[in-house]
Each structure stands twice: as structure tokens, then as C-alpha cells.
């Protein structure tokens, strides 16, 4: 590193100033090539390996003649992309292809400056598209970066080695830091997500639809991104009992589940909605990632209704939780809910049909053998004969079943056998339907992730899951996870112990290596555990600072200012301030010059006080020369003078520090 230094350096300054302006806007035109055109990324990586070569050759910019059609065709390419030169997408290809094109048009100096200030606002628009914590520290690098570079033009005579220009970009933006930190907690902020446009909100997100068929849940199941993450108030339940209820689907077209038509949705929604709630509760605290979806999840069986911050939670007559609006940003609610309920356990729902609905011609085998379970008068029972079906004929739990047929459920029940929980979800509430049970699915997420370090049990998409519901007398709707018949171990231990990861690059016992379940290798859960904590606490605290939470702060800040005790803790803390200041600067002054600014002061209450472009030679001779003196004195003051002179200025020798000596004259100096 040092050698690498030590060659950059001696680099002339024009071709030093420009490397390190092309390497500041590379930190912050890299990140962009995630979300921009492949095109788009080429071409300002070409711009740039182009600019780069003219100034380590010293060769002649490009004629503007050559670059104004490039740019051109550029902001034509743009617009063809994007169908518009507006917006946040567009606008950044935009300007990221301005930067990478005015690299090619640096004539005058002011033209740096130009790049710098426009990647000053690149570095802005990262924020568009991540907010985690690797992009904020990669942000600080790429201003630290333009913060020397702009520092690097500044001088006009030597110019300090790259390391020391380094730390003067550090130390200013370090004294830029707390004033950041005061606008960050204290200037009033407005609804809506920490950065963003108004178009975002119109972003695709994965996560759970109102739609099941048959490679949903699987292909959900792909994703590691969190879904939401909770903070018990005790401990957590265990992992079988964590069911994060969702969308409720009722309507079956011989392929796909769907929720209830509205006009259906409106007439159970009028029924009324008996509820037990049994046993202890649970609190808990949920943050909910951006989903651009009405769906809220909570625990079953939630007691009541979260308050969320700007938005309004409902309930339908499933029993399913959503928001009036959807939720765009970091929503954090509470929730107190019963593993233990009685959900109208009254009596048969008034109207029963939407439950007991099946296709006509469709799926006639699974229908048949519905059909034969009505032989048996315990609906009970009826549930459990599907379940020892389950486990009793060989049925595999898969994240790659077979493809599917017209007849679907008959398909997999009679034919390929494998499946993922939609699968076996969707063919146990068509049995139980074709059998004279209600039933439906329930889709929504099962288990989640405690992390020992933070406390927090993360729920990711992977952890998407259905499960169904029947109705039975006397206890009303009870849940029924047909999957724990054939893979218990994903509902007590979660998918990656249920489905052995697959061998990476081909490579055999690699999978086993990378397991996620903290088993195989302690030390890589305890990294992510780790890695999942300071995440976590970076959305907790920076994403999450909502408007609602600001005022929380600004109150507490209030109050505690109204206790004496602050304004004193305050008032204590600048005291010792101020006197470790006044401390630090009487030692930076050298004890002999301290001396001999007593000795001018006291000379000059004598009338012989020193001219400021006055030295101690001149000084000497002058006070040798007055009358007005004692002879003592102008003795003491005159050996004086002439000792600190030879110490100041003359060359420096092993000799006796002067400052005893000194000290001794100035108190003849009466």
C-alpha cells in the first residue's frame, strides 16, 4: 500500500489530480450499475478507461465535434430505454452519463469542480435504490474521495504526499459530522420514506399475492430478503407455533386459489365474527419491510387491531389484517396475540357455501375420493384419514415438484406425489370440501429466525408458507398444516433443514457447508447473526426515524431539559471543555517563549515596551542603550534577551535548556 502510494505521488500534478477524480467518481458510478441498463454501465465504464488512458499517455481530449453525437445518441438511447428523459430512473441514467461524458470535456479548472459537485449529487441518488448500511459506508468513502480531490485542487504551490490530503478530507468531514447528526434527529422531517421519489411507489416487490398455484410458495421460497422482523416481549414461542396469518383463499378454478369474489368477501364480512381467546397472551413489536401491499401479519390469533403510524389497520371476516393504505415505508406496530383460540365456534357459518365450492369437471378422482369420505359421520376424522394418506403413501416435500396437469390435485395426488405446502395445502381443503367439510387456505409465513444477538426473530420470504382451515363443530376453525404430515421438520426447524441445500457450483458437501441453520458451522451463523444485528439496528434507528418517532425524541429532550439535572450535566460537561482547551493550548506554548513574552510585558510597564517587527537583537540593543533603567535591571534584562536570542535562533546544540536560567533573570527585571 505504501509502495502504491509512493508511485502515485510521484505522478505530475495535472495526471495525480485527474487519477484521483476518476477513482472518486468510479466509487460512486459503481453501485449504479445495479439497477442501470447493461448498456448504459458499458459505456461509462469505456468513458472512463478512455479518460483514463489520455491522461496516463498525455494525449489530446476528443474533439467536441466527436462528442457531442456520442451524447446525443446517448440521451436518444435514454429515451428509447426508458420511454421518457423524466423520472427517477431515467433522470440518473442521465445524469450518470453527463459525469462519465464531461470526464472527456476537462479543459479548465472550473470544469473539475463541475464533476465534483455532480457526483456530490450521484452519491444522493444511490439512495434511490438501497438504504442499507453497505451503501451508506460506501457513500463515505466516495465523499471522502471527492473531498480530497477537491482538496487536491486547492493548493497552489507543494502539494502534501496523498496520505496527508486523505486525512485533511477525513478531518472535514468529520467536523461536517455532528452538524449531519443534529439535522438528522432535529429538522422537522415529512412523511414518507427516508429517500425516495414519488414513483417509487409504484416498485415491484416479491412477496406474498392473493393467488396460489402450483410453484408460488416455491418460487417464493427462493428469496433470503426479510419479510419482517419481531422483538418478543419475553421469550419467543416456539418454532412450530409461529404462523404469521395472511391472505385467506376460498375460490378454486381447478388450478388456482384465489380470495373470495367481493360480493362473497361482503357477505361474510356481515356475519358476525365470534372470537375466544384463551390462555395467556404474547405482546410483541412488529416492523414490517416495504411491501407496496395492503397485507399486515401478526401472530394467530391477534387480540385486536395494531395502531399504525398514518395509516388505519382492518379486519375482514377471515379474519385477515390489512392497511387502508399501502405500506411504502418501515411500519412498526404493536401486537398482543393467542396461540390459543376459539374462532366461530359457535355454530356452522349462515352461509356455508363459499367453503364447501368446487369446480365443476375438475379434479373427478380427488372429488371421488371426497365423496367417500362423507361415509365416515366424524368430520374429525375425515381430517385425520387425509393426513395418514399423507404420511402413509410416500409423498416427498419438494422445492422442484413436477409439472402439473389440467386436473391438478389429481395430478399430484395420484401421480407425482411431490410438492412444496401449496401443493399439499390446496389437495387437502379440495378433499376436506369434497368431503362435506369447510375448509380453506390460509397463506402467510411460518417460523422465523431468532438472532441471539439482538433478540430479533426475522421472517423472510423464504419462510412464505400455506396451511389450511376447517370448520368443525363446537370448535369453530381450526388449522390444519397438511405439510408437517409429511415434513414435520419444516415447521419445527424451518425449510433449510427440511430441504438440504443443493451442492453450489456442483461441489459436494459445499451445500452442507453453507447451511444456514447454524448447525453445520457455528462461526458462519455467528457472522450473519452479527451481520443480521447491526442491519437490523441501522433500520431501527436511521430507516425507521419516522416523523412520529422525531417528536418522541424532541419531547424527551424537552422534559429533560425542564430537570435541573440536565441544564447542570450540561453546564458541567462544557466547564470541563473549556478548561481542557485552556489546558491543551498552555501546552502547546513552549515554556521559554512564555518567558519572554513576561519579560516584553514587564518591560514595557517599564516604558520600554517592543515594536512588533522588533527582535530580541534589537530589542537588546535598545534596552542597552536607555537611561531611564536601573543598572540591575538593564543588566538582567539585557543577558536575558541575548541567552534567548542564541537559543531561538542560533543552531541548536546538546546544551542546558534556558529556562531556569531565564527564569532567574526575569525576576531581577523589577
Known amino acids: 500500500m505504501k509502495a502504491l502510494l509512493a508511485r502515485f505521488d510521484a505522478l505530475p500534478r495535472d495526471k495525480a489530480d485527474t487519477l484521483l477524480l476518476l477513482l472518486a467518481a468510479l466509487l460512486v458510478l459503481a453501485p449504479h450499475t445495479a439497477h442501470l441498463p447493461g448498456w448504459v454501465s458499458l ?21 467536441s465535434l466527436l462528442l457531442l453525437p456520442l451524447a446525443g445518441a446517448a440521451m436518444f438511447g435514454v429515451a428509447r430505454t426508458y ?45 434511490f435504490y438501497a438504504q442499507g448500511i453497505g451503501t451508506a459506508l460506501l457513500m463515505a468513502m466516495s465523499v471522502l474521495a471527492l473531498l480530497t480531490a477537491q482538496l487536491s485542487f486547492q493548493f497552489t504551490g507543494a502539494l502534501p504526499p496523498l496520505r496527508q490530503r486523505l486525512l485533511m478530507g477525513a478531518r472535514v468531514l468529520g467536523l461536517a459530522a455532528p452538524l449531519a447528526l443534529a439535522l438528522f434527529f432535529l429538522f422537522p422531517r415529512i412523511e414518507g420514506p427516508l429517500w425516495g421519489t414519488p414513483g417509487d411507489a409504484l416498485s415491484a416487490r416479491s412477496g406474498l399475492s392473493e393467488a396460489m398455484a402450483p410453484g408460488t410458495m416455491a418460487n417464493l421460497a427462493q428469496s433470503g430478503e426479510p419479510s419482517f422482523r419481531v422483538r418478543f416481549d419475553s421469550r419467543p414461542p416456539s418454532q412450530e407455533q409461529l404462523y404469521w396469518r395472511g391472505p385467506v383463499l376460498g375460490t378454486y378454478d381447478g388450478r388456482t386459489w384465489t380470495r373470495l369474489a367481493p360480493r362473497l368477501a361482503e357477505r361474510t364480512a356481515r356475519q358476525p365474527l365470534s372470537l375466544a381467546l384463551l390462555g395467556k ?34 379486519v375482514s371476516g377471515e379474519f385477515e389484517l390489512t392497511a387502508s393504505y399501502p405500506v411504502e415505508t418501515r411500519l412498526r ?77 389429481d395430478d399430484f395426488l395420484y401421480g407425482s406425489r411431490a410438492g412444496f405446502c401449496e401443493h399439499f395445502s390446496g389437495a387437502f381443503v379440495f378433499l376436506m370440501r369434497a368431503a362435506g367439510v369447510p375448509a380453506r387456505v390460509v397463506t402467510g409465513y411460518q417460523g422465523g429466525e431468532l438472532n441471539p444477538i439482538d433478540g430479533y426473530v426475522t421472517v423472510r420470504q423464504s419462510d412464505a408458507h400455506a396451511w389450511a382451515e376447517v370448520w368443525l363443530a363446537r370448535r369453530g376453525w381450526v388449522r390444519v398444516d397438511p405439510t408437517a404430515a409429511v415434513a414435520p421438520e419444516r415447521v419445527r426447524r424451518g425449510l433449510n433443514v427440511a430441504i438440504p441445500p443443493r451442492a453450489p457450483f456442483g461441489i459436494e458437501g459445499l451445500g452442507r457447508f453453507m447451511r444456514l441453520d447454524g448447525e453445520s458451522n457455528a462461526w458462519i451463523a455467528q457472522m450473519r447473526h452479527a451481520a443480521g444485528a447491526v442491519n437490523n439496528g441501522w433500520n431501527q434507528w436511521v430507516l425507521n426515524y419516522t416523523p412520529q418517532r422525531q417528536r418522541g425524541v424532541v419531547e424527551r429532550v ?9 441544564p447542570a450535566l450540561l453546564a458541567f460537561l462544557i466547564t470541563v471543555l473549556l478548561l481542557w482547551r485552556i489546558f491543551q493550548r498552555r501546552r502547546q506554548i513552549d515554556p521559554v517563549d512564555a518567558l519572554y513574552s513576561a519579560l516584553c510585558a514587564r518591560l514595557a510597564r517599564l516604558g520600554l515596551a517592543r515594536s512588533a517587527d522588533e527582535g530580541p537583537s534589537a530589542y537588546r540593543a535598545r534596552i542597552t542603550a536607555a537611561t531611564s533603567l536601573a543598572p540591575s535591571v538593564q543588566a538582567a534584562a539585557a543577558e536575558f534577551l541575548e541567552r534567548y536570542g542564541a537559543w531561538r535562533y542560533a543552531p541548536r546544540r546538546h546544551h542546558e535548556h534556558p529556562a531556569a536560567t531565564l527564569k532567574r533573570l526575569l525576576s531581577q527585571v523589577r
Open 83 to 127: 420511454h421518457t428523459v423524466l423520472g427517477r430512473d431515467a433522470g440518473v441514467a442521465m445524469l450518470v452519463l453527463l459525469v462519465a461524458f464531461k470526464m472527456l470535456e476537462m479543459h479548465a479548472r472550473r470544469d473539475l469542480f463541475v464533476v465534483v459537485f455532480l457526483c456530490f449529487f450521484l452519491v444522493l441518488t444511490n439512495f
Open 558 to 566: 424537552q422534559s429533560s431539559l425542564l430537570d435541573w439535572r440536565m
Open 333 to 409: 406496530y404493536r401486537m398482543t396475540s393467542y396461540l390459543n383460540y376459539r374462532l366461530q365456534a359457535g355454530a356452522l357459518p349462515e352461509d356455508a357455501g363459499p367453503w364447501l365450492q368446487l369446480p365443476a369437471d375438475s379434479n373427478p378422482r380427488a372429488l371421488l375420493a371426497g365423496l367417500e369420505l362423507r361415509a365416515e359421520p366424524d368430520p374429525r376424522k375425515r381430517v385425520d384419514a387425509v393426513l395418514r394418506r399423507f404420511r402413509r403413501d410416500n409423498y416427498v416435500y419438494t422445492l422442484n415438484p413436477p409439472l402439473l396437469g389440467r386436473d391438478a390435485v
Open 281 to 314: 397472551g404474547i405482546g410483541y413489536e412488529v416492523t414490517l419491510e416495504p411491501s407496496y401491499t395492503h397485507w399486515l401479519f401478526a401472530l394467530e390469533l391477534p387480540q385486536r387491531l395494531p395502531a399504525l403510524d398514518g395509516n388505519i389497520a382492518r
Open 43 to 63: 459505456l461509462c465504464a469505456s468513458t472512463l478507461l478512455w479518460r483514463g488512458a489520455i491522461t496516463l499517455q498525455g494525449r489530446r481530449m476528443p474533439p
